[in-house]
């Protein structure tokens, strides 16, 4: 059975700095890629950030300098360093496990997900 375990959201100041971790088990973490979602309310679940097996990350525009997503394979371990938060960052982030090493864009291309993580930025 594949778990995911998000930790690390709250509330923050506009201009502050959160880190997110998820931690995997079930399955050979370092095989696979990984990505941090976000849902903000009334809007579809999306990528923010996504690393490969080997390391190679790739992050939507609207993030690019202030978030950087890194991994551990020793301890089974996604982080998201989230930097320069802004209000529109606010939303539930997700971490889910590619069903490739390669990262992923869609949803649908990720079969494991984790219970989710409330990051609120105050303006």
């Known amino acids: 059975q594949v778990q995911l375990v998000e930790s690390g959201g709250g509330l923050v100041q506009a201009g502050g700095s959160l880190r997110l971790s998820c931690a995997a088990s079930?399955?050979?973490?370092?095989?696979?890629?990984m990505g941090w979602f976000r849902q903000a309310p009334g809007k579809a679940r999306a990528l923010v950030a996504g690393?490969?097996?080997?390391?190679?990350?790739y992050y939507v525009d609207s993030v690019k300098g202030r978030f950087t997503i890194s991994r551990d394979n020793a301890k089974n371990t996604v982080y998201l360093q989230m930097n320069s938060l802004k209000p529109e960052d606010t939303a539930v982030y997700y971490c889910?496990?590619?069903?490739?090493?390669?990262?992923?864009?869609?949803?649908?291309?990720?079969?494991?997900w984790g219970q989710g993580t409330q990051v609120t930025v105050s303006s």
């Open positions: 079930g399955r050979t973490f370092s095989n696979y890629a």
């Open positions: 889910g496990s590619a069903q490739t090493n390669r990262i992923m864009i869609l949803t649908t291309d990720y079969d494991y």
């Open positions: 690393i490969s097996s080997g390391g190679s990350t």
